[in-house]
């Protein structure tokens, strides 16, 4: 079974800098898919950034960057220049690409982001 | 695109109740995903459909649990004889069809469940 596991609960920032959050997963597919989504306070989650297993470059979305590790089986999330609007819980999610389960996200815990004036 | 909608936002019910929630999803999406989210954790998957069609089901999802989508639209949730473990929210999310990750899932603000 997979699993996806976010090691760090809480992180804060301050305004203009940036941080990284990490994320480790484990499974024994070859072609999935990985994903960081915000929820911001109150509000509805949304996708923040989006990686193909095959593919070896590394996503960016403006001020968000992922850093894949496909052998480490390790997907960290880097936003730069933080800013207020930033602040959210930010959770992993892993993706199969097989079969019935394609769409059946598997979360991490997720880490509660900060950003601090 | 006006968003996937969830009603009620909020529901407060006794314990052994049962109770119904809706979701509208984005009009032209063919999926549509209910997942469960308490306090703390990251959401959990329940099910899943394909237009009418129920796709796949969590274990998760007792035999209290049944959703429905009967036209293909909308869908609802229905909790039987509700527990306090119920307590949590429910997040309804809709995609176009989904090759692979390709089509990524748009969720509601949820309905939070409290069960007294």
């Known amino acids: 079974a997979q699993t996806v596991t976010q090691s760090q609960p809480e992180m804060s920032v301050q305004e203009a800098e940036t941080v990284t959050l990490s994320c480790t997963y484990d499974?024994?597919?070859?072609?999935?898919?990985l994903f960081w989504y915000k929820q911001p306070p109150s509000r509805q989650m949304i996708l923040v950034i989006r990686q193909e297993a095959y593919k070896q470059q590394n996503a960016t979305e403006n001020r968000f960057s992922v850093n894949f590790q496909k052998a480490a089986k390790s997907f960290s999330l880097k936003i730069s220049d933080s800013q207020l609007g930033d602040t959210a819980m930010y959770f992993c999610?892993?993706?199969?690409?097989?079969?019935?389960?394609?769409?059946?996200?598997?979360f991490g815990k997720g880490t509660k982001l900060s950003v601090k004036p | 695109d006006t968003g996937v909608s969830q009603d009620p936002r909020h529901k407060i019910t006794k314990r052994g109740q049962n109770v119904t929630f809706r979701c509208d999803p984005i009009s032209e999406h063919n999926r549509l995903y209910w997942y469960r989210q308490t306090l703390g954790q990251g959401p959990e998957f329940l099910t899943y459909?394909?237009?009418?069609?129920?796709?796949?089901k969590s274990r998760l999802l007792s035999d209290r649990f049944s959703a429905e989508r009967p036209k293909g639209s909308f869908s609802t949730l229905e909790i039987q004889r509700t527990e306090q473990g119920d307590s949590a929210m429910y997040l309804c999310?809709?995609?176009?069809?989904?090759?692979?990750?390709?089509?990524?899932?748009?969720f509601g603000n949820g309905t939070r469940l409290t069960v007294t």
């Open positions: 999610a892993f993706m199969t690409n097989y079969g019935g389960s394609q769409g059946n996200l598997i």
């Open positions: 499974t024994s597919e070859n072609n999935y898919y």
């Open positions: 999310a809709s995609s176009r069809p989904n090759t692979g990750g390709n089509s990524p899932l748009h």
């Open positions: 459909f394909q237009n009418e069609a129920q796709l796949e």
